[in-house]
């Protein structure tokens, strides 16, 4: 299965603080994720994107990566190729779209191919996506519903209320674990699969989010089934417990009249 690697922090973090050299060995190596890596990163007000649809575990320009990348925001995923089978560029995670003002990245675990046709279906020209995977359909469609309602630093009912709503929807399809930021926030959706870590000291606070616990696994706590939880600066500002129904084929998301 794919797997996904998130950080939000009050300062910098470096290298040999993080679990990622670790996380790397999962892209083909200690797990069955050979399809692909990619990282995105914060570095001062601007987002960086590198990926590959190459195993990550013996990259040569992602081991140099996960050795020099010091920021206080990054979202990471290892890719297991399933919707479709295809490794290509534009199928690698993350995925980076404009929205709002601002570039927003996403990267998702777990299949929901029904959301394809109907986000299709929508000529979303706002949102097209680059490669062929349920994922950045997925991701196109978070971002149509939140093109109305987006505010930030994150404590607005009404843009998360819209963001959970939607999640929960698009979860019901399939298993939707997922990672969103805007260059600022870091939103993790635990659908069934997503693990904590935080930790906070005089001044400075911090949070790590994977699919899998890494180094000291006794430190991580497993999301709520369906948990959406958001982060700024390493801490957390929201948190919304949704219920995700079990999955049940395709679902009318283009409704919204049950939406917040």
């Known amino acids: 299965m794919c797997e996904l690697f998130g950080l939000s922090s009050s300062q910098p973090q470096a290298p040999g603080d993080l679990p990622l050299v670790e996380f790397r060995t999962h892209g083909g190596d200690k797990a069955d994720n050979p399809d692909g890596w990619g990282i995105a990163w914060r570095y001062g007000q601007d987002l960086f994107l590198e990926k590959e649809p190459l195993p990550g575990f013996s990259s040569a320009r992602f081991d140099r990566l996960v050795q020099t990348i010091e920021s206080s925001l990054i979202v990471a995923h290892l890719r297991k190729a399933r919707w479709p089978p295809v490794n290509t560029l534009g199928n690698t995670h993350p995925f980076i779209h404009a929205c709002c003002g601002r570039q927003w990245v996403f990267a998702h675990n777990g299949m929901v191919p029904d959301v394809v ?85 005089a001044g400075s606070s911090s949070v790590v989010i994977a699919t899998e616990p890494m180094g000291d696994k006794a430190s991580w706590t497993p999301f709520a089934a369906g948990e959406l939880r958001i982060y700024l600066d390493g801490v957390r500002v929201r948190q919304v417990l949704t219920h995700p129904a079990p999955s049940a084929g395709r679902w009318n998301l283009d409704e919204q009249s049950d939406l917040p």
Not at 119 to 130: I, T
Request: contains cysteine; aromatic residues 10%; hydrophobic residues 35%.
């Open 117 to 201: 046709a109907t986000e299709s279906a929508l000529c979303n020209a706002s949102c097209l996506p680059d490669g062929q995977t349920d994922s950045e359909f997925a991701f196109c469609h978070l971002l149509r519903f939140l093109t109305d309602h987006y505010q930030t630093p994150g404590t607005d009912d009404d843009w998360i209320g819209v963001l959970s709503a939607v999640s929960e929807k698009i979860a019901s399809l399939g298993k939707f674990n997922f990672l969103l930021s805007d260059g600022k926030l870091l939103i993790a959706y635990g659908h069934d699969r997503l693990h904590y870590q935080e930790s906070a000291d």
